[in-house]
């Protein structure tokens, strides 16, 4: 897909666990699993709206589009 | 979940199917092994009439062989789809698998008639019900298929 996910980085400036962040944003650690590797299909908009919540950033700072 | 109309739990609904389709296996082992006397006595109650005339015990024989491997088929498929259903796993490939292979028994059983109606023309009418059933296997087949791909969209979205 051309659509890259970069959690693991705002994950990483923001040190914070994947376990952790899964908790705070009230999803599973394995749908937070998916959405980091990359295989989910669609992210709710409530779901963005609470991981850029926690994580204090821009939807842009976690998603990017790429040319494939 | 009880119906509360009629009592009837959707297990025990599942395991009226499940015994069916067991019962239905045994009966068609059974003419595997009988097909020969069911020939016999269709040759002789017959009055139809065919292109090709002569003896019909044999025709027949063939074609209960045929479409009874035809119908083992789907009756193997049919058991697994209900045993996947049984285990909660409604929409996944390998039902939709099961429906075709159902699908394509039917259609294949429906040609075998129709070859057979040489012999005799009212095998035309299994024909077609073979046929129409092979149809309506197809298109709930490909309703499985979307909504395999439906679920699974579903539960890639976060």
Redesign the interface.
């Known amino acids: 897909m051309a659509i890259i996910v970069n959690l693991d980085v705002m994950m990483a400036k923001r040190k914070i666990s994947s376990n952790e962040l899964a908790e705070k944003v009230g999803i599973t650690a394995a749908n937070l699993s998916i959405l980091k590797t990359g295989k989910a299909k669609a992210v709710r908009f409530s779901t963005l709206d609470k991981i850029c919540e926690v994580l204090e950033c821009q939807p842009g700072d976690i998603l990017e589009y790429e040319h494939e | 979940m009880v119906n509360e109309i009629t009592g009837w739990s959707q297990m025990k609904s599942l395991k009226l199917s499940r015994l069916l389709v067991a019962g239905l296996f045994f009966l068609l082992v059974v003419i595997l092994f009988t097909a020969h006397i069911i020939a016999e006595w269709f040759s002789i109650i017959s009055v139809g009439q065919g292109i090709i005339g002569g003896r019909l015990d044999i025709p027949v024989t063939v074609m209960i062989y045929i479409c009874d491997v035809f119908a083992i088929t789907a009756v193997a498929a049919l058991n697994k789809l209900l045993s996947n259903i049984s285990k909660d796993e409604v929409f996944i490939e390998q039902n939709t698998l099961c429906l075709r292979i159902i699908s394509w028994c039917c259609v294949m059983a429906g040609l075998t008639f129709t070859v057979f109606s040489l012999w005799r023309y009212e095998f035309l009418f299994a024909a077609f019900f073979a046929m129409f059933l092979g149809l309506v296997m197809r298109v709930l087949k490909n309703v499985f298929e979307k909504a395999v791909e439906l679920k ?2 579903n539960d ?3």
Do not use: L, R, V
Request: net charge negative; charged share 20%.
């Open positions: 699974s969209e890639f979205t976060i």
